[in-house]
C-alpha cells in the first residue's frame, strides 16, 4: 500500500520536499515577489482611480477644457463663452461652468500649511453626484462658506468629526477666513491631498486675480434623446480650436493618461512591477537549477531506465508550477495586508481585486516556467555514460 502511494505523489513534489529548508526559501522568494507586483499595481490603479474621482462624478456626458491643459490639476482657463456657444445645438439640455484652484489651507489647530483644491461651481446646478453635495448645496450661497471633503489627508485636521460633533469650523484658506457648511466626499488623490467645493461666487473671493467668466471646466448635459457621439462630432466642427471637446469616458481616458506617460509616478510604478517579476524569476531559477543539479546523477538513471528526455522536463515544469501556487499564497494574503494599511495610511482606493489577484496569479506562473526553461539546460547535460 505504501509503495502503491508513493508511487502515486508526483516526483516533482518529492524532489522539492526532500529539503525542506530550501523549499521555504523558495517559497518566500515567490511570495516577496508577488507582494511587490501586488502593491505596484495597486499603487499604479490608485494613482488613476483617484485623479478621475472628480471626472467619474460629473453629471454630464460632453466636457470642455483649454487644449493647453494637461490635467485636472493643471487646466487651463478659457472663456465661458464657448460653453454658452453649444446651446445652439437642440440636443443640450444645459451647460454648467467649473472653476477649479489649488490654495493654501491652514489647520485650525495647528496652523500648519496644507494645499487644497477649491472647486467653484454655480449652487443652482447639479453638477457633482457626490455624497454630501446635494444635501448642503444651500449653504454654499451663504459667503465664505465652503463644503469640506471627509476624505481629505488627517494634516488638515479632524474637520469632518468635529463638524459632526457639532462645532463651528473655521478656517483659513488663501489668506481668507472661511466657514465650514458642510461635509462632502471626494477623497484625495496623488494631485491633491484635499479638497473644497463652494459657489463660484466664493471661489472668485479666494482666488482674487481670476475673473469671472475664465472657467477651467465646461460640463455639457445632454437632452435624453441625444445621441452623445454624433453631438460630439457637431461641437468639435462648430467650437473653434481654442476649446478641447471631450465625452465624459474620453476626459478620464486623458487625465489616466496625462499621470501614465508624462509623469514619473506612472513609470515608476509600471518599473517596480517589472523588477518583481525579474526578481521571482532569478529566485526561482536558482532553486530550480539547484534541483536539477543536485539530482543530475538521478535523471540521468532515469534516463537509462528508459524515461524519455521530455518526461524529465515535464518534472521540472511541475516543480516551478507547484513552486508558483504555494508561494502565491502567502504573497495574496500578505498583500491584503498590506493593501489595508497603505488604504489607512494615505486614504487612496487601494483595494484587491478579481481581475489584480488573476493577473498576479498568472504572472507568478509565467515567472517560475521561464526560469524553469532556463534551468532544463542542465539536464540535457544528464548522460547515462557519465554514471554507467
Request: glycine share 6%.
Amino acid at each position: 500500500m505504501r509503495k502503491f502511494i508513493k508511487r502515486k505523489i508526483p516526483l516533482a513534489w518529492l524532489q522539492l520536499t526532500r529539503e525542506k529548508p530550501r523549499l521555504l526559501v523558495a517559497l518566500a522568494g515567490i511570495a516577496f515577489a508577488d507582494i511587490l507586483m501586488f502593491m505596484q499595481l495597486a499603487f499604479q490603479q490608485a494613482l488613476f482611480d483617484s485623479n478621475v474621482r472628480l471626472h467619474s462624478s460629473l453629471d454630464g456626458e460632453i466636457v470642455l477644457i483649454n487644449p493647453q491643459s494637461n490635467a485636472i490639476n493643471f487646466l487651463e482657463s478659457f472663456s465661458q463663452r464657448r460653453l454658452y456657444q453649444t446651446l445652439a445645438l437642440s440636443e443640450v439640455a444645459s451647460v454648467h461652468p467649473i472653476y477649479l484652484g489649488l490654495t493654501e489651507w491652514k489647520n485650525p489647530e495647528t496652523r500648519a500649511l496644507a494645499e487644497v483644491l477649491v472647486i467653484g461651481t454655480n449652487p443652482r446646478d447639479k453638477v457633482f453626484n457626490l455624497p454630501g453635495v446635494q444635501q448642503n448645496i444651500e449653504k454654499i450661497k451663504l459667503p465664505d462658506v465652503v463644503l469640506f471633503d471627509r476624505g481629505s489627508r488627517p494634516e488638515f485636521g479632524a474637520i469632518a468629526s468635529e463638524f459632526e460633533q457639532g462645532k463651528k469650523i473655521t478656517a483659513e484658506v488663501g489668506g481668507r477666513r472661511i466657514k465650514v457648511g458642510g461635509i462632502a466626499e471626494l477623497g484625495a488623490s496623488f494631485g491633491s491631498d484635499g479638497n473644497l467645493i463652494t459657489s463660484d461666487q466664493n471661489f472668485l473671493r479666494l482666488f482674487k486675480d481670476r475673473k469671472y467668466g475664465l472657467i477651467d471646466l465646461g460640463v455639457i448635459k445632454l437632452k435624453p434623446a441625444a445621441n452623445a457621439e454624433i453631438v460630439l462630432e457637431k461641437l468639435r466642427q462648430y467650437l473653434p480650436d481654442d476649446v478641447k471637446v471631450f465625452s465624459k469616458q474620453e476626459f478620464i481616458d486623458y487625465e489616466k493618461d496625462y499621470w501614465a506617460r508624462s509623469t514619473p509616478i506612472g513609470f515608476i510604478f509600471t518599473l517596480g512591477t517589472i523588477m518583481g517579476f525579474i526578481v521571482g524569476t532569478v529566485i526561482v531559477y536558482q532553486i530550480l537549477y539547484s534541483e536539477v543539479s543536485d539530482h543530475l546523477s538521478e535523471y540521468a538513471t532515469l534516463k537509462a531506465m528508459g524515461y524519455t528526455q521530455t518526461y524529465l522536463l515535464l518534472v521540472v515544469f511541475q516543480e516551478a508550477l507547484i513552486l508558483a501556487s504555494l508561494g502565491y499564497v502567502p504573497g495574496f494574503a500578505f498583500a491584503i495586508l498590506q493593501y489595508n494599511l497603505a488604504r489607512n495610511a494615505t486614504l487612496l482606493p487601494i483595494f484587491m481585486t478579481a481581475s489584480r489577484a488573476v493577473m498576479v496569479f498568472l504572472l507568478t506562473v509565467l515567472m517560475c516556467f521561464i526560469s524553469g526553461f532556463i534551468a532544463v539546460r542542465k539536464l540535457r547535460s544528464a548522460d547515462p555514460a557519465d554514471i554507467f
